[in-house]
Antibody
Framework: EVQLVESGGGLVHPGGSLTLSCAAS????????MHWVRQVPGKGLVWVAR????????TYADSVKGRFTISRDNAKNTLYVQMNSLRAEDTAVYYC???????????????WGQGTMVTVSS | DIVMTQSPDSLAVSLGERATINCKSS????????????LAWYQQKPGQPPKLLIH???TRESGVPDRFSGSGSGTDFTLTISSLQAEDVAVYFC?????????FGQGTKLEIK
């Protein structure tokens, strides 16, 4: 089955760190650009970061630049986001998503994980 | 950043009737070199991740019912559901993937009247 499964969410204190994982299966993970998108429950979708297929190129939203690091391990078919210096406003459900089209830099997101909740609170 | 603005914020339509959701981008998302609009529509139901319905502004994703259609170009886009079904109750988002950050509209909540 083609799917993405996120893990690693939880409760963290302000200023703390957390690493989320996204395990891919059912497709050739190394062929696709991947993204992280977050959503405060009941609110809109906010793009966070992207990484190209061989991990040589990354791009971040201004709100997370310098604090979050997106990475991937193609041998393990896994996408990551390391989140440091977490703030209350980072509280959200975090989704990983695949860009439609092999090796496509720009494209819609045709495959999403179920999401993992991150809560930043003291 | 490209700002995506949807209208209306919420919409109530009778079963079998047409539903229309609009999306406006603050700058064109039409790539002139390939004449493609870098615009997608997603459907999100409670407790679920977004589901891709339409990309390239008007290309229906595989498996999406043909009552869903997308139109528009440049800065103005429309998602139309030709005959609303009960299972279409959801929040709908547009997204531009022309440039990063890949911004989304604020969402339109579609309900049954």
């Amino acid at each position: 089955e083609v799917q993405l499964v996120e893990s690693g969410g939880g409760l963290v204190h302000p200023g703390g760190s957390l690493t989320l994982s996204c395990a891919a299966s059912g497709f050739t993970f190394s062929n696709y650009w991947m993204h992280w998108v977050r959503q405060v429950p009941g609110k809109g979708l906010v793009w966070v970061a992207r990484i190209n297929s061989d991990a040589s190129t990354t791009t971040y939203a201004d709100s997370v630049k310098g604090r979050f690091t997106i990475s991937r391990d193609n041998a393990k078919n896994t996408l990551y986001v390391q989140m440091n210096s977490l703030r209350a406003e980072d509280t959200a459900v975090y989704y990983c998503a695949r860009v439609t089209g092999v090796a496509a830099r720009l494209g819609a997101f045709d495959l999403w994980g179920q999401g993992t909740m991150v809560t930043v609170s003291s | 950043d490209i700002v995506m603005t949807q209208s209306p914020d919420s919409l109530a339509v009778s079963l079998g009737e047409r539903a229309t959701i609009n999306c406006k981008s603050s700058q064109s998302v039409l790539y002139r070199s390939n004449n493609k609009n870098y615009l997608a529509w997603y459907q999100q139901k409670p407790g679920q991740p977004p589901k891709l319905l339409i990309h390239w502004a008007s290309t229906r994703e595989s498996g999406v019912p043909d009552r869903f259609s997308g139109s528009g170009s440049g800065t103005d886009f429309t998602l139309t559901i030709s005959s609303l079904q009960a299972e279409d109750v959801a929040v709908y988002f547009c997204q531009q993937y022309y440039s990063t950050p890949h911004t989304f509209g604020q969402g339109t909540k579609l309900e049954i009247k």
